[in-house]
């Protein structure tokens, strides 16, 4: 028993904040609001730094690491709102491309997609297949994307490149999101895997993206919280700071408490999806859930905390807030992963 | 923390320490009580049934598994301590009326106390010959705990000091041998300075004591009247005039690591999803409703067990626990009420069945959580703690 990162892990976690803090501020992301989607100079600063293959195989050119590492990078592109697709592209598509590639399917293709993830030269967008019609986040400007179709076998999972595939992009409340619906046509040329194989490497996708997209809202409330604190303790009323006032610190302890015990809940599922744990699943539904609500609360306050200004365009506030309502709903809300946790308790009863 | 950490993250325990569960688990199963078999522990009855119980534990050094051998412990570490907390809440075993003693007075006494006073009152704290009590708060020193009056004056002639005052709110006060508490050494000081921290004999002349029946009609705790009650210079835990220092190292076992362990709410939470799996198969559509409350307030156990792994290995690795004790409190106490109120949801009519031969421990759970956001503090004082430490906001 050892539960905490390791020195190199915290490292590197430093490493990444530093280059954010400067190549990702908050006029960064509003410049991104009016930018066309695709791949940034700030992707390829990624890229070099190793982030972006970390999960993709050494012989791939990526380090061939974990969720276990990626969870607090993830906590770092979520602290600055990142509008690049890091948790699609290394959290999800990386980690299943290199299960596909390990098992021997879908011949040849796989192997140079990795080989691009991790030179920063090919983002990724995945569909969630629980609800295959809706909206894929990133589709907009990814390179490849990964979809599912209904086949002969059961569902399949399909390698769909940009050429092959007409995206039309869906507004979203933070346009960083890339919402776009994919209109294309299944084939044998795009086609990776089906049938019980697929749901397997569906499944996994699942718990991957809950436990990433979790650690991401773990940098949003934190990020959230210490921007709200920094102006309870500066904006001043009846003569003294806001932040003095017992029904404000109530507010922001409240989220700083749920946030305190969401971090190792997601780090915890981190490392039993890494080692193969039997309760993998449902522990990635507990990170998501409580991730979601901690992100959310933290939300709530800051917004009640920031009072008028932090309803206004001109507040950096609601470049946070609206990544995180969008991240609380991705791939599960709280209440679906509550309900997923509640069926695996009964299924061992 | 000196060492580079370069140990992978694991939460698998050690062969060691599953071998370690293995014994635990054969003990208490060959010498638990069955499950609520002893009658409560804040009667005079119950409070000397859990007494022998601790003693048999005690017998087999299972009692304080994490001390010192020369106390009574065995010696192993705050991982294995976890562990036993697991499979003694697993067993359902009976709560234990030595916990304000091993749980929060031990740790303070093994940071400031003499090697005199560790050799005196370790043992039988251990053993449960001698059951301790807190006596800290006041009538009006409750939330505002420096805000003490009870007394104490300097004899030098008899080589002590006199106490006098009165505290309040002493759990299990109505039965105890024994008393740790906080009394005003210096009169001019204010506030923080100037106060003591005493280890007082309950058969002291001079010490009354009143029981409070509790909102369960029992008297889990009582008033203390001290009347020139004295206290020999040895039995001054820390510096004179350093009390509140002391008092801090207790509050953080209180409100950290060591009252609460999470296997408590572990066990009660699992206890919950059988609760509901039972009313799902007889009333689907109602027991449906509670759904989400009773999967948050499982979520709430298992992110306490987490988080306290998470915590352990932070201290095993040289850290230390600050202001997150407070968020800790607030947690173990909001995510007990969860429990309890989750089921008690599900029982609907039946909730309030209550008196005797009526076996109702979700209903004796509900009363006994209600107490947490209060005692150890109260979520509001804590809530100020994680703000004005954790945040940096400013105090009022």
Same mark, same amino acid.
């Given at each position: ?20 803090a ?5 006029d ?68 299943l491309?290199?299960?596909?590639? $390990? ?38 400007? #990814?390179d ?50 089906s ?27 934190d990020?959230m ?26 507010? %922001? ?8 015990? $969401? ?47 932090g309803?206004?365009?001109?507040? !950096? ?9 969008? %991240? ?22 | ?19 370690f569960? $293995? ?12 499950p ?35 106390y ?55 053993? #449960? ?37 009165q505290?309040t ?19 001019? #000081? ?8 005493? %280890? ?33 210079? !040895? ?39 059988d ?13 449906g ?24 290995t ?8 600050g202001?997150?004790a ?66 940096? %906001?400013?105090?009022?």
């Amino acid at each position: 028993m050892h539960f905490a990162f390791t020195d190199q892990q915290l490292e590197f976690r430093d490493a990444v904040r530093q280059v954010l803090a400067k190549e990702c501020t908050s006029d960064d992301v509003r410049a991104a609001y009016e930018a066309p989607a695709g791949r940034t100079s700030r992707w390829a600063t990624l890229a070099e730094l190793g982030v972006v293959g970390l999960s993709v195989p050494e012989a791939h050119g990526g380090l061939g690491l974990g969720l276990v590492d990626l969870a607090p990078l993830a906590e770092e592109t979520g602290r600055v709102i990142l509008p690049e697709p890091l948790v699609a592209t290394t959290g999800m598509a990386a980690p299943l491309l290199a299960d596909l590639d $390990a098992a021997g399917t879908a011949d040849g293709r796989i192997g140079p997609w990795l080989d691009a993830i991790a030179s920063g030269h090919l983002t990724v967008a995945v569909g969630d297949p629980r609800w295959p019609g809706e909206p894929v986040a990133g589709a907009v400007g #990814a390179d490849l994307l990964l979809l599912v179709a209904d086949g002969p076998d059961g569902r399949e999972l399909h390698g769909v490149d940009a050429a092959s595939v007409t995206v039309t992009p869906v507004p979203s409340l933070d346009p960083t999101r890339r919402l776009g619906t994919p209109e294309w046509t299944p084939s044998p040329g795009t086609l990776l895997v089906s049938g019980e194989q697929a749901e397997a490497h569906l499944a996994a996708t699942v718990d991957r993206a809950a436990v990433a997209i979790g650690a991401e809202l773990l940098g949003l409330a934190d990020a959230m919280v210490t921007l709200t604190a920094a102006y309870a303790k500066d904006r001043q009323q009846f003569g003294k700071p806001i932040g003095s006032f017992q029904a404000v610190k109530h507010l %922001l302890a409240g989220a700083q408490v749920l946030l305190e015990f $969401a971090r190792p809940v997601v780090y915890g599922a981190a490392w039993a999806l890494d080692s193969g744990s039997a309760d993998a699943s449902r522990a990635a539904s507990v990170a998501k859930a409580y991730a979601s609500d901690a992100a959310t609360e933290a939300a709530r306050v800051s917004l009640q905390v920031h009072g008028a200004i932090g309803y206004t365009w001109e507040c !950096d506030l609601h470049l946070a807030l609206k990544r995180t309502w969008a %991240l609380a709903e991705a791939w599960g809300s709280a209440a679906h992963h509550r309900a997923r946790l509640l069926d695996s308790l009964l299924a061992d009863r | 923390m000196d060492e580079p950490n370069e140990q992978p993250m694991d939460l698998h325990y050690s062969d060691a320490q599953e071998a370690f569960r $293995a014994e635990a688990r054969a003990w208490l199963a060959a010498h638990a009580p069955a499950p609520r078999s002893l009658p409560s522990l804040d009667t005079a009855e119950g409070f000397e049934a859990h007494r022998a119980w601790e003693a048999e534990l005690a017998a087999d050094r299972w009692s304080v598994v994490s001390w010192p051998e020369a106390y009574g412990g065995r010696g192993v570490g705050i991982l294995e301590w976890l562990v036993f907390e697991e499979e003694y809440w697993q067993a359902q075993a009976p709560l234990r009326v030595s916990q304000n003693g091993i749980f929060l007075l031990a740790p303070t006494m093994f940071e400031f106390g003499t090697e005199a006073q560790k050799s005196r009152f370790l043992p039988p704290m251990a053993s #449960a010959e001698e059951i301790w009590c807190q006596g800290w708060s006041e009538p009006d020193a409750g939330s505002d705990l420096a805000g003490i009056r009870s007394r104490a004056r300097r004899s030098d002639a008899e080589g002590g000091w006199v106490l006098s005052g009165q505290k309040t709110w002493a759990s299990r006060g109505a039965f105890a041998e024994w008393c740790f508490g906080l009394f005003r050494t210096d009169p001019e #000081a204010e506030r923080h300075r100037g106060l003591t921290y005493f %280890l007082i004999d309950m058969a002291t002349p001079g010490v009354t004591v009143r029981p409070i029946p509790q909102i369960d009609g029992e008297t889990g705790f009582a008033e203390l009247f001290f009347e020139d009650v004295f206290v020999p210079d !040895d039995l001054v835990l820390g510096d004179v005039g350093k009390g509140w220092n002391v008092a801090m190292a207790t509050a953080g076992s209180e409100r950290g690591l060591s009252l609460r362990s999470p296997a408590r709410y572990s066990r009660a939470a699992d206890r919950l999803v059988d609760l509901y799996a039972e009313h799902l198969a007889r009333d689907p559509g109602g027991a449906g409703r509670s759904a989400d409350a009773v999967a948050r307030a499982w979520m709430g156990a298992e992110a306490y067990r987490l988080n306290t792994l998470w915590t352990a290995t932070r201290v095993l690795d040289g850290g230390s626990v600050g202001p997150e004790a407070s968020a800790n409190k607030i947690h173990w106490s909001e995510t007990d009420l969860a429990i309890h109120r989750a089921a008690l949801d599900l029982l609907g009519p039946e909730a309030e069945f209550h008196g005797d031969g009526v076996d109702a421990p979700w209903l004796d759970g509900f009363l006994f959580a209600l107490a947490g956001p209060i005692y150890a503090g109260t979520n509001e004082i804590q809530r100020n703690v994680v703000a004005e430490r954790m945040l940096g %906001l400013p105090r009022a």
